[in-house]
């Protein structure tokens, strides 16, 4: 159904707690990405995957780490929280390079308190 | 590193109106990169409007138009005639044609909002 499906979309957690953003894709979509965005700027790349287990850190990995076990799935992880990290989070996929289509989630709102 | 500016944050234009959205992109490149309009509509995910690869064309979908400017190192993103269903969010995005650098480096945005 070309869809890219991330989850929560409304996500509200302390300082210090563990956060777990999941993003799913029903394309076999080789690459996946974790963006940011917060208000002013543009969309900020977290980390790149390029298949399971194959992962690269993108312009702004500091804070974060990234699990893909499959294809469709991929996470982002957050340990230990910090407010700076209050943002939306985009999750992304396409089927070879970034010069190739991406298609986006819906974003997921984190608010770190 | 890369970069994409996009002077306006919130720009409001009147049903049936001309539109233009500036783009303007700094690549560290040898070569030229490769520059994408993409639109996130109320609801939805972000999502690709078009796409312009060769230095000197043009691309178009859904009435708008974007040229590859690399002397200007622009890309604007026009429309002579703009629908309130154009209420979107834009973003102008370059990728790097370096081998082995698959970035998308996007702008901060441009909210479009057309009064009926």
């Known amino acids: 159904d070309m869809k890219v499906t991330q989850m929560p979309r409304y996500l509200i957690k302390r300082m210090g707690e563990n956060v777990l953003l999941e993003c799913g894709q029903d394309m076999s979509h080789e690459t996946m990405y974790w963006y940011r965005q917060d208000p002013g700027l543009g969309l900020q790349l977290i980390y790149i995957s390029y298949d399971v287990d194959s992962n690269s850190e993108g312009d702004i990995p500091k804070g974060y780490r990234v699990s893909r076990k499959k294809r469709e799935h991929f996470s982002l992880i957050l340990d230990s929280a910090k407010t700076n990290q209050t943002s939306v989070y985009f999750c992304?996929?396409?089927?070879?390079?970034?010069?190739?289509?991406?298609?986006f989630g819906h974003g997921t709102k984190l608010s770190v308190l | 590193g890369d970069s994409v500016t996009q002077t306006e944050g919130q720009v409001t234009v009147s049903e049936s109106k001309s539109l233009i959205i500036n783009c303007t992109y700094s690549?560290?490149?040898?070569?030229?990169?490769?520059l994408f309009w993409y639109v996130r509509y109320p609801g939805e995910g972000l999502q690709l409007l078009l796409k312009v690869i060769t230095a000197g064309q043009k691309g178009s979908s859904r009435g708008f138009e974007a040229t590859y400017n690399k002397e200007a190192t622009s890309f604007h993103l026009q429309k002579a005639s703009v629908q309130e269903s154009d209420s979107a969010v834009y973003y102008c995005?370059?990728?790097?044609?370096?081998?082995?650098?698959?970035?998308?480096?996007f702008g901060a945005g441009t909210k479009l909002t057309i009064k009926p």
């Open positions: 690549a560290t490149s040898i070569g030229y990169p490769n």
């Open positions: 995005a370059l990728s790097d044609n370096n081998y082995g650098n698959e970035k998308i480096t």
């Open positions: 992304a996929s396409s089927l070879g390079t970034a010069n190739e289509r991406l298609f």
